[in-house]
């Protein structure tokens, strides 16, 4: 089976891979996955990288990406993805991965901030416009009502805000301060988000700078918040910022199962750092893939 990108936007809801993100990071954190820490071999001859990312969790999986994050006129971030029979090794599908990249991103996201994030949540500050800046508004919108929702990026943030409902701000600064909820989605390689700037209370997401030499996040944005990751020994291989925090407090999954404590008061600003493990892929995979399957079963009644 081959299933292009328009077959998987079809496909894939967003709510549905929320739940599907909440199922596999526990799954992740209870050891129940085998799954190694990403590949990356870089392509320093044209800026890029090439990432090789398998995963077993009864689902049998394996994606590719690149990340060339000069891309012009392409996205940054192309990837395939191959599932497999896992009793016996037959490749099953192959689908365009770019738009599962894109979802399961937003939607670990917000399973980190539905277990760190205040219940009461009203404002929104997201640092970027790119594609993950829409993402993460679309998996954050199923489950807050923002009253505002405020995006600053270095060149297109008014278009994002004209076509997402949001209001475009002149600063990073104006962005976060008094957010509840801030997403840092930016394609920096030096800290975007302050800590002087945030309020007592505040969740951050944070899913750029997946390299070891690059940061998102300023020293006191790490001193003054508690550290989630997705996973410890990616994260901890991976992500600058993680890399110069002082600790992390757990895996968004051992919140998830209650091993680890999540916010544990309304002052606290907690963080969640995401590098993206193979799990997530698979996991949105199989669940496009089952969906393909049904689909094609009922026309063939």
Request: hydrophobic residues 45%.
């Amino acid at each position: 089976m081959l299933l292009d990108e328009a077959d998987v936007q079809r496909l894939l809801r967003m709510d549905e891979v929320i739940a599907a993100m909440e199922t596999a990071l526990a799954a992740f954190s209870q050891r129940k996955v085998v799954q190694p820490v990403r590949t990356v071999v870089p392509v320093a001859d044209h800026q890029g990288f090439l990432g090789v990312m398998p995963a077993y969790a009864g689902a049998l999986g394996v994606k590719l990406v690149t990340f060339y994050p000069q891309n012009v006129g392409l996205p940054t971030h192309l990837a395939t993805i191959l599932l497999f029979r896992p009793e016996t090794g037959e490749l099953l599908v192959t689908m365009d991965g770019r738009l599962i990249t894109e979802m399961r991103t937003a939607a670990a996201s917000a399973v980190a901030t539905r277990h760190l994030a205040r219940p009461e949540s009203q404002v929104l500050g997201i640092l970027g416009s790119g594609v993950q800046a829409h993402s993460h508004l679309e998996a954050l919108r199923l489950l807050y009502t923002f009253q505002d929702v405020r995006v600053w990026s270095p060149r297109h943030a008014q278009a994002f805000a004209n076509r997402h409902r949001a209001r475009a701000v002149a600063s990073a600064q104006e962005a976060a301060e008094a957010a509840d909820i801030i997403v840092v989605a930016t394609a920096s390689t030096t800290p975007a988000l302050k800590g002087e700037w945030l309020t007592p209370g505040t969740h951050i997401n944070a899913v750029g700078a997946t390299r070891p030499d690059w940061r998102e996040l300023d020293d006191e944005t790490l001193r003054r918040a508690r550290l989630y990751v997705d996973s410890r020994e990616a994260a901890g291989m991976e992500s600058g910022d993680v890399m110069a925090a002082d600790q992390v407090v757990g895996e968004i999954g051992e919140v998830i199962v209650g091993s680890k404590p999540g916010r544990t008061s309304a002052e606290e600003i907690t963080l969640f750092k995401s590098v993206g493990i193979a799990v997530e892929d698979v996991a949105t995979a199989n669940l496009v893939y089952q969906k393909a399957l049904a689909e094609a079963q009922n026309q063939n009644q």
